[in-house]
Nanobody
């Protein structure tokens, strides 16, 4: 079993910054990709993702303001969120795609419970 735990959410004013952290633990062989998603109303949307080799991808709405990074040794992923806007208010979820068994190539997907980010004046 794999556990995914996020931290770092909170209340911030527009223009402020927050840094979210996520750590995966348990029966992990090798993490393939990690990402942050968010959900405000209805659909969950991709915020940013990063591959094992550090290739990143961002939603247009956060490009230039958010920076995703990861520490492979710690099975951790982070997102630095700057210039926050009220529309960034959402529950933020960490996503992990990982190999469990080093002898096969099956990838498994795991989600954290989420951490709330609220941006209000």
């Amino acid at each position: 079993q794999v556990q995914v735990v996020e931290s770092g959410g909170g209340l911030v004013q527009p223009g402020g910054s927050l840094r979210l952290s996520c750590a995966a633990s348990g029966s992990i062989s090798s993490i393939n990709a990690m990402a942050w998603y968010r959900q405000a109303r209805g659909q969950r949307e991709l915020v940013a993702r990063i591959t094992y080799d550090g290739i990143t991808d961002y939603a247009k709405s956060v490009k230039g303001r958010f920076t995703i990074s990861r520490d492979n040794a710690k099975n951790a992923v982070y997102v630095q969120m700057n210039s926050l806007k009220p529309e960034d208010t959402a529950m933020y979820y960490c996503y992990v795609r990982t190999y469990i068994d080093p002898h096969d190539e099956i990838l498994y997907d795991y989600w954290g419970q989420g951490t709330q980010v609220t941006v209000v004046p």
